[in-house]
């Protein structure tokens, strides 16, 4: 377990570029936009995001990885700014940003609903969230490489992760969402203003792919909701 967590901060960069370039296409340059880090963690990605010309506003509830951030974003000259908020109140005024992320931060979220409903506060009319999280069915749970723990009610997923010498769930304050848990929850947090979950078709090639998610979709599932990790782009209003 402890393997797995070096080996993703190592290839963090590479997978924060993909993360800037995937946004870049489906949504907008990031050229000019500011944009919010929602769960910033050790920087990787909101110094992606800036190369490609974003103004980035990072925050985290953990000040160690404010501090590994800001300290990789001045080894790199790069111009995203993080800081420590206490995690329930973003330190931005309303509709302040235009794009917000949030990348495999929500299953660590105590508070689901005030967080989106903060990230939406602070976000533009017309903005969007970019939303990636652990699918709750993919039968090999991210965090710890442990099969089926996400299918457990919590006691039981917490003793099998101490029976099998990993770090305990509630240390890692992880919980597990699928598609339709989180449209729930955006539609909770949504308030007076409203998210909209855009379509996404994605950019297989393949038409044996292709067929089997319009056979999804004419059923009313979204291929994301399959995939071992979703990513949404929602739009405020």
Do not use: C
Request: charged share 20%.
């Amino acid at each position: 377990e402890q393997d797995k967590i070096v080996q993703d901060w190592l290839t963090k960069p590479k997978q924060s570029e993909g993360i800037a370039a995937d946004f870049e296409q489906r949504v907008a340059p990031l050229t000019g936009l500011r944009v919010l880090d929602a769960g910033s963690g050790n920087g990787g990605i909101g110094i992606a995001l800036a190369a490609h010309g974003a103004q980035v506003e990072g925050v985290d509830i953990e000040e160690e990885l404010v501090a590994i951030a800001t300290k990789e974003a001045a080894t790199q000259n790069s111009t995203a700014h993080f800081s420590w908020y206490e995690g329930t109140t973003l330190p931005f005024p309303d509709q302040s940003f235009n794009a917000a992320f949030s990348v495999s931060v929500i299953e660590h979220v105590e508070f689901p609903v005030r967080y989106f409903s903060e990230i939406l506060r602070v976000l533009k009319p017309g903005g969007v969230l970019y939303l990636a999280f652990p699918n709750k069915l993919d039968p090999k749970e991210t965090h710890t490489g442990l099969w089926g723990l996400s299918y457990l009610p919590g006691p039981l997923a917490r003793f099998y992760a101490r029976a099998m010498k990993h770090n305990p769930v509630e240390d890692n304050n992880l919980h597990f969402y699928t598609y339709w848990h989180i449209k729930r929850l955006l539609n909770v947090s949504s308030g007076s203003r409203s998210w909209t979950v855009r379509s996404e078709k994605g950019a297989s090639t393949s038409g044996l792919k292709k067929v089997v998610k319009e056979m999804l979709r004419a059923i009313g599932v979204p291929h994301q909701a399959l995939l071992p990790h979703v990513m949404l782009v929602v739009e405020a209003s």
